[in-house]
């Protein structure tokens, strides 16, 4: 008898050993496939690194093919602080203003608790596309419109843009 006990206690265990390994492999092979769906998709977004903008001239917003859809030109102005503000508003290729515009604001030299700051507000564009946004031929940040083919994202150096929301 003292044999056949051993044996149902041991039969039990190798089979709540196989419901953990089982149970720890789906979880494993899950993440692996969410890794590998958000790899490909691009889901996951990057941070903002605008690095040196201090001269820039020319903005454009770029399709995912790499078209331009609207561009500006910067124009430059110093406030009060010392902070460097420059806003392009956005035409397309037909010379027509868009609503919309690209704004940066470089703080001043001595501001060392201030980041460079992105501002991108857009009315128009092609609904739940993503966009990139390049500066003087560098790429510089990516985002995505809502449902209406808006974006109105405001963003420091080093911050992530997180992709708008369906209403």
């Known amino acids: 008898m003292n044999e056949m006990t051993?044996?149902?206690?041991?039969?039990?265990?190798?089979?709540?050993?196989?419901?953990?390994?089982?149970s720890f492999c789906g979880v494993v092979l899950a993440g692996g496939?969410?890794?590998?769906?958000?790899?490909?998709t691009g889901?996951?977004?990057?941070?903002?690194?605008?690095?040196d903008v201090s001269e820039a001239h020319i903005v454009e917003i770029r399709n995912q093919h790499g078209e331009v859809v609207v561009f500006g030109e910067?124009?430059?102005?110093?406030?009060r602080l010392g902070n460097v503000e420059k806003d392009a508003a956005l035409t397309d290729h037909r010379a027509r203003t868009v609503i919309g515009e690209?704004?940066?604001?470089?703080?001043?030299?001595?501001?060392?608790?201030?980041?460079?700051?992105?501002?991108?507000?857009?009315?128009?564009?092609?609904?739940?596309?993503?966009?990139?946004?390049?500066?003087?031929?560098?790429?510089?940040?990516?985002?995505t419109t809502d449902d209406r083919g808006s974006v109105d994202m405001e963003?420091?150096?080093?911050?992530?843009?997180?992709?708008p929301k369906d209403i």
């Open 74 to 79: 910067f124009r430059s102005r110093v406030d």
């Open 102 to 143: 690209v704004e940066l604001e470089i703080p001043a030299p001595d501001r060392h608790d201030r980041r460079v700051e992105l501002e991108v507000d857009v009315i128009g564009l092609p609904a739940r596309q993503t966009f990139d946004v390049v500066i003087d031929d560098r790429t510089v940040g990516t985002f």
């Open 6 to 22: 051993m044996t149902s206690s041991s039969r039990r265990t190798e089979r709540h050993l196989l419901i953990l390994l089982t």
């Open 155 to 163: 963003l420091q150096e080093g911050e992530v843009s997180v992709p």
């Open 33 to 40: 496939l969410a890794s590998l769906l958000l790899i490909e």
């Open 43 to 51: 889901a996951a977004p990057s941070a903002l690194a605008l690095g």
